[in-house]
């Protein structure tokens, strides 16, 4: 069934940068292709990231695009997420997410795996 | 941007009761391209429902998907006391893919 689980939240300064982590277990990590997600407080999930399984695609939300960065290492079966000149307005948990399709060349869009969370706290 | 709209947005029920969740959609979700969710505090979410009918793996089948175009519906046939929790539609048929705000279902 797997599991997935995020680290690396923190209370951090306006403009300053973090780096999260999304550790696979439990299935073959390298053949999915995975996105972050966020919620912040009494708000919907949002969509911020999404990663191939071969990294040859990657998007971003236009909220993240230029100030994020999304990677993985197959070879660690991790996802990671680079966030850089941070604002208040990114406050919120954030969800790694596995996407349904169990075969790298497609993607189905919704997402059949999730972690926990982990809080990102921006504040003075 | 397709935006998702949950209603109600709390619902209060009891064990055995049956539930029933909107989801409405500000455009057509081609391809009935919607799924739903279920989270609760401190747990990850849990894929409930793909394709708008379609029941993920393992999902008991209590749980029951409908509809078509904008207008969409999460069926809880019974209520069991593990169900209580926070129900979110998503669509998945253009970018960016979107969330409902949720609807939560709390014991009365």
């Known amino acids: 069934e797997g599991q997935l689980v995020e680290s690396g939240g923190d209370l951090v300064q306006p403009g300053g940068s973090l780096r999260l982590s999304c550790g696979g277990s439990?299935?073959?990590?390298?053949?999915?292709?995975f996105n972050w997600f966020r919620q912040a407080p009494g708000k919907g999930l949002e969509w911020i990231s999404y990663i191939s399984s071969s990294t040859s695609a990657i998007y971003y939300a236009d909220s993240v695009q230029g100030r994020f960065t999304i990677s993985r290492d197959n070879s660690k079966d991790s996802l990671y997420l680079q966030m850089n000149s941070l604002r208040a307005e990114d406050t919120a948990m954030y969800y790694c997410?596995?996407?349904?399709?169990?075969?790298?060349?497609?993607?189905?869009?919704?997402?059949?795996?999730w972690g926990r969370g982990t809080l990102v706290t921006v504040s003075p | 941007e397709i935006v998702l709209t949950q209603s109600p947005g709390t619902l209060a029920l009891s064990p055995g009761d049956r539930a029933t969740l909107s989801c409405r959609a500000s455009?057509?979700?081609?391809?009935?391209?919607l799924a739903w969710y279920q989270q609760k505090p401190g747990q990850a979410p849990r894929l409930l429902i793909y394709g708008a009918s379609s029941r993920a793996t393992g999902i008991p089948d209590r749980f029951s998907g409908s509809g078509s175009g904008t207008d969409f519906t999460l069926t809880i046939s019974r209520l069991d006391p593990e169900d209580f929790a926070v129900y979110s539609c998503q669509h998945y048929a253009a970018s960016p893919l979107t969330f409902g705000a949720g609807t939560k279902v709390e014991i009365k």
């Open positions: 997410a596995r996407d349904s399709s169990p075969n790298g060349d497609s993607v189905y869009w919704f997402f059949d795996l």
């Open positions: 455009q057509a979700v081609t391809g009935n391209y």
């Open positions: 439990g299935f073959s990590f390298a053949t999915y292709s």
